[in-house]
């Protein structure tokens, strides 16, 4: 399938008249015109490569953000999280950790290898503080180590990078951006999903906090 029979495939899907103006600028906020259910998004994947499987993984972010949806939400927000013990969120955090490390020896990062192969303390949080960043140079030095990831890392569905404005804008977060497009992505690495933990975290309202001391934090909103 070309560029523009792709374009015109998902203009189609989501409905609109033939006189509106449809570029891949036009993809940014695409999912959202399908929420709270993902309504007909399925036939948006029908002729792709492996786009069951990436199909399968949206729905997951539409289930998991129908509870609690407001038609004015520009992103997927998880309001109705999924129940999680701190046991559960720290072996979380421990499998997002050996992940790193996987990418990390691919990428010959010496110093992601260290920090993500240790030992390191993982506490929960269960509010954020109104001072917490996620900002560190830790948190940096694992975005450009992903980002050069998976920049060198070509899709097998040859129009996957077309559709990156459509994906990324779900919660602007790369991290859930590369779990949705895994499939796309997988053979050209030996780590096993990588970025399943994040989305396992997001789903039940989490998120860690790479801290420069090398701890990670766990944040999540109090439940019940």
Same mark, same amino acid.
């Given at each position: 399938?070309?560029? /523009?029979?792709?374009?015109?495939?998902?203009?189609?899907?989501?409905?609109?008249?033939?006189?509106?103006?449809?570029?891949?600028?036009?993809?940014?906020? @695409?999912?959202?015109?399908?929420?709270?259910?993902?309504?007909?998004?399925?036939?948006?994947?029908?002729?792709?490569?492996? #786009?069951?499987?990436?199909?399968?993984?949206?729905?997951?972010?539409?289930?998991?953000?129908?509870? #609690?949806?407001?038609?004015?939400?520009?992103?997927?927000?998880?309001?109705?999280?999924?129940?999680?013990? %701190?046991?559960?969120?720290?072996?979380?955090?421990?499998?997002?950790?050996?992940?790193?490390?996987?990418?990390?020896?691919?990428?010959?990062?010496?110093?992601?290898? #260290?920090?993500?192969?240790?030992?390191?303390?993982? $506490?929960?949080?269960?509010?954020?503080?109104?001072?917490?960043?996620?900002?560190?140079?830790?948190?940096?030095?694992?975005? %450009?180590?992903?980002?050069?990831?998976?920049?060198?890392?070509?899709?097998?569905?040859?129009?996957?990078?077309?559709? #990156?404005?459509?994906?990324?804008?779900?919660?602007?977060?790369?991290?859930?951006? /590369?779990?949705?497009?895994?499939?796309?992505?997988?053979?050209?690495? %030996?780590?096993?999903?990588?970025?399943?933990?994040?989305?396992?975290?997001?789903? $039940?309202?989490?998120?860690?906090? @790479?801290?420069?001391?090398?701890?990670?934090?766990? @944040? $999540?909103?109090?439940?019940?």
């Amino acid at each position: 399938m070309t560029e /523009q029979e792709l374009l015109d495939l998902w203009k189609e899907v989501a409905g609109l008249p033939d006189n509106v103006s449809w570029n891949e600028d036009s993809l940014y906020g @695409y999912f959202q015109r399908f929420r709270p259910h993902g309504g007909d998004i399925p036939k948006a994947f029908e002729s792709l490569d492996r #786009g069951s499987e990436v199909l399968a993984r949206v729905m997951g972010v539409f289930a998991a953000t129908a509870e #609690g949806f407001a038609p004015g939400d520009a992103y997927f927000i998880v309001r109705a999280p999924l129940p999680a013990s %701190d046991d559960d969120l720290v072996a979380l955090a421990r499998r997002q950790l050996t992940a790193w490390a996987v990418i990390g020896e691919e990428m010959e990062d010496e110093e992601i290898i #260290g920090w993500a192969s240790s030992a390191a303390k993982v $506490r929960v949080v269960r509010k954020a503080p109104e001072d917490a960043t996620f900002e560190t140079e830790r948190a940096a030095a694992l975005y %450009d180590l992903l980002t050069d990831w998976a920049f060198g890392s070509d899709p097998s569905e040859s129009n996957a990078s077309l559709m #990156g404005e459509a994906f990324y804008s779900i919660a602007c977060d790369p991290y859930l951006t /590369q779990h949705l497009t895994w499939p796309w992505h997988r053979d050209n690495s %030996d780590a096993e999903e990588p970025f399943e933990p994040h989305f396992e975290l997001w789903r $039940r309202g989490a998120r860690l906090a @790479y801290l420069d001391n090398g701890e990670i934090e766990v @944040y $999540r909103e109090p439940q019940g």
